[in-house]
T-cell receptor
Framework: KQEVTQIPAALSVPEGENLVLNCSFT??????LQWFRQDPGKGLTSLLL?????REQTSGRLNASLDKSSGRSTLYIAASQPGDSATYLCAVRPLDTGRRALTFGSGTRLQVQP | KAGVTQTPRYLIKTRGQQVTLSCSPI?????VSWYQQTPGQGLQFLFEYFSETQRNKGNFPGRFSGRQFSNSRSEMNVSTLELGDSALYLCASSLSGTSGGFGTDTQYFGPGTRLTVL
C-alpha cells in the first residue's frame, strides 16, 4: 500500500527566505506526482504535476523535483512571500491501472512572516 | 473558464439522515473524483467517475455512493449519517484522469462542501 509522508509538518520562515518542502513515498511505481496548496477551509489548488519520466517542473518561483528511484520529491519555493502561507500537499498517482486513486500526504503547513 | 463548483457549501445534518452533494466540473472535463478531508485522516479518496462510469473506488462503506450524469456533473450521497462523517468533501475534475496523456491528469478542485453531522 502506497504511503506518502511529508516533512516537516509545519514550517515558519521570514519573508524572502528560500525553502524546501519534502515528500517521500514508499512505492516507486507511480504514474505522476502532484503538488497542491490549500488555504484554510478551502479547496486545493494544483501547483505542479511531474510525470514519472520527468525529473523536475518549474512554475514561477516554484520548482518541484522527482527522484522516483529513491521515492522522493521536493518543492522549492524561492523568495517566499506572506501570500505563500498555506498548507502544501503532495499526492502520487499509482502506475497500476487497477488502483489509480491519488494518495495524499498529510501536508506541510507553511507560515511566511512579514 | 469557470472552475469546479460544489453545492451546497455548508450542510448541517443529524445522525441517521442522508445527504446529497453536487459537483459541476470544468467544462470539457470528463473525470470527477471525490475526497473526504478530516483533521485526523487527512485527504482520503472516495471514488472517481469517468463518462458516467465509476472507475475507481476507495475504502469507504456502502453508505457512500455516487454517480455521474451525461453532462459530467456528479453527485455523491451519504445515507444513514454518522458523527464521523463530518468532514470537508472535495471534488476534483480533470480532462481524463488516469487514462490520458501528459498534463491531462492535473486535478482541479472545487471549494468543498463542509458537512457537519450532529
Amino acid at each position: 500500500k502506497q504511503e506518502v509522508t511529508q516533512i516537516p509538518a509545519a514550517l515558519s520562515v521570514p519573508e524572502g527566505e528560500n525553502l524546501v518542502l519534502n515528500c517521500s513515498f514508499t512505492d516507486s511505481a507511480i504514474y505522476n506526482l502532484q503538488w497542491f496548496r490549500q488555504d484554510p477551509g478551502k479547496g486545493l489548488t494544483s501547483l505542479l504535476l511531474i510525470q514519472s519520466s520527468q525529473r523536475e517542473q518549474t512554475s514561477g518561483r516554484l520548482n518541484a523535483s522527482l527522484d522516483k528511484s529513491s521515492g522522493r520529491s521536493t518543492l522549492y519555493i524561492a523568495a517566499s512571500q506572506p501570500g505563500d502561507s498555506a498548507t502544501y500537499l503532495c499526492a502520487v498517482r499509482p502506475l497500476d491501472t487497477g488502483r489509480r486513486a491519488l494518495t495524499f500526504g498529510s501536508g506541510t503547513r507553511l507560515q511566511v512572516q512579514p | 473558464k469557470a472552475g469546479v463548483t460544489q453545492t451546497p457549501r455548508y450542510l448541517i445534518k443529524t445522525r441517521g439522515q442522508q445527504v446529497t452533494l453536487s459537483c459541476s466540473p470544468i467544462s470539457g472535463h470528463r473525470s470527477v473524483s471525490w475526497y473526504q478531508q478530516t483533521p485526523g485522516q487527512g485527504l482520503q479518496f472516495l471514488f472517481e467517475y469517468f463518462s458516467e462510469t465509476q472507475r475507481n473506488k476507495g475504502n469507504f462503506p456502502g453508505r457512500f455512493s455516487g454517480r455521474q450524469f451525461s453532462n459530467s456533473r456528479s453527485e455523491m450521497n451519504v445515507s444513514t449519517l454518522e458523527l464521523g462523517d463530518s468532514a470537508l468533501y472535495l471534488c476534483a475534475s480533470s480532462l481524463s484522469g488516469t487514462s490520458g496523456g501528459f498534463g491531462t491528469d492535473t486535478q482541479y478542485f472545487g471549494p468543498g462542501t463542509r458537512l457537519t453531522v450532529l
